[in-house]
């Protein structure tokens, strides 16, 4: 175990192998890596994009910017907890403050299917004013596209937004050294089940809400105990697994996780457990995964739960020197496994 | 549900892992039958808790694993035609036929849909009059009741645009399928619970005394598949061989009557390919002849489909148990959960997409060093 050469274990298929666009592309994990790093990247060039942060931040003016954008496909437009009108503020406002920053303003552009009623349109365009009025941030500009009858799923939402990185914060991946303490926000998993219940038609017994959230409060709170967090970052598609890979193999530092201390409600890991599917890999929309300096970690913990969205936060591992670059959960009956980057969606099991 | 937490539990585990210690004597060899009860297995770390005399051989209880390339080629085929809506569990969109998969097809145009049950796929049907939907039925007997009761009602509301792609399998005679090898090395055997919960015990004793086997009905959940290890050890250690239950809360001796008298109306026994291992006798299922308006293999001409299989697969060998998934020269390296060779790596049942995703820091060096990349 101690001189594999883990690097023999990627996958030496180029992304080409595959023709065309398949579903995995946009789901947060292996494939939409592949497809930034093999056609985005090289197609567009620049030193800025290179960061593969969510959010981009840019000297300008004298001033440290963030500045991300973000895509809602999400159906049904409407579920528990929230609507595409929420996630498209929350989202990107999240991104922003995944580097530090207050999200200021937003952009807002619809793409509007022929048919789709315009009461839905503004409920969605209410849902999205209500969110961004909770954020603290202002729709600044926008743009409206219709496309024909069965060229789009009703609506879709893009938002892009800016914010300014407050001065002494420097949140990337590539400060995390051994010895980090991993904190999670609180419950897991719960976005991607509350969508799944209600878009599958599936029930679970008890309705669960989307966690949907804007975190750039929390992350407030968070920065005033110490500047010096070393990342942030907030587990959508792909959820924690996927965020820990990333920050893992962009760190090089191996991450431990111990399984028992990560917060799953019991409905979500109900749901996973009929499903076959892993709570780690499940998106959330309203939580965030902070590598904290050790010497940091308990005040920070104890003003992320003071927080109204950080109530449920827990340490759940650390950054260690083994297995660089990999994620390793602890299982609650004291075994070890691999928490591998998802490869695309996850697939309900057979039986 | 509160059962997840309680069959979880960490003390009680240690509790039974020590009592496996105390009972075991010698090496012994057992099979999981059931790729859910593998992947249990893995992903809770198991088998690094077990005593060293205890070896888990992982069983051909993968119904996605199973299922012979010529069939999913044929799946492949029928997707791909444009009046056909094509049904089926999510993870079958991923297995690899010959060149491509499922999912393939779909970004090629393909109307193919992943539903959570045959029923849904009937609805489907029912609400698009005008296209053929067809729904892929394979699995073990867990899932066969509920695929045979699906085609019953196509026939009694008669929705005649509705079909299914049959590939179904039994475990008995696989049992028996491997238990007959020469090359043989299983010494008991842990059966799937779900199996038995729809089938009940009653194939299983005439098993157990031909082959001299104990088989001990398990579930899936840890403490579960310990039990299971610590019943079936102690038969071994006391030289018995007889049909245990620890699965009491599932599984009663007879099974699920009505679900049984389903498949026994809808389905006749055939003898079926098993990907990887080859045609095993009576191990199959098909429609009967009075549903075979239903069959989609009668109503999509898809005969004289010349299948390939990847050379460097050995995806056969760890069905049957004789081959650990690392110990295969293309494991982790031309074989991955991303660019799959066989089934096996694929599934999230597979023995080696578990040993991919969860196992990777245990394979002994020397192993990885042999599986060089190639490209």
Redesign the interface.
Known sequence: ??????T??T???PLR??P?????HGGGG??SAELVQQIFAPAFGGEVLAQMGDAAVLSLGGARLAFSTDSYVVRPLFFPGGSIGDLAVNGTVNDLAMSGARAAYLSCGFILEEGVELETVTRVAEALGAAARTAGVEVATGDTKVVESGHGDGIYVNTAGIGVVPAGVDLRPQRVVPGDVVIVSGAIGVHGVAVMSVR?G?EF?VEIESDCAALGGLVDTMLAVTPDLHVLRDPTRGGLAASLNEIAAASGAGVVVRERDVPVP?AV??AC?I??LDPMYIANEGKLVAFVPREHADAVLDAMRAHPLGADSAIIGEAVEA?PG?V?AR????????V?LP?GEQ????? | MKYIDEFQDPALARRLLDEIRATVTRPWALMEVCGGQTHSIIRHGLDQLLPDEVELIHGPGCPVCVTPLEVIDKALEIASRPDVIFCSFGDMLRVPGTGRDLFQVRGEGGDVRVVYSPLDALRIAQQNPDREVVFFGIGFETTAPPNAMTVHQARRHGVKNFSMLVSHVRVPPAIEAIMSSPSCRVQGFLAAGHVCSVMGMGEYPELAERFRVPIVVTGFEPLDILEGVRRTVAQLERGEHTVDNAYARAVRPEGNPAARAMLEDVFEVTDRAWRGIGVIPDSGWRLSPKYRDHDAEHRFSVEGIRTEEPAECRSGEVLQGLLKPHECAAFGTLCTPRTPLGATMVSSEGACAAYYLYRRLDVPAATAREASPVV
């Open positions: 175990m101690s001189d594999l050469d883990l023999s274990w996958c030496p298929a192998d595959r065309r666009v398949v579903m995995g292996a494939l599958e599936l017994g019991p890991a109900n457990a499903l076959g297995h990999m390793v299982t609650g009956l004291g075994g070890t496994r691999v591998d490869l697939l309900p099991r057979i039986c």
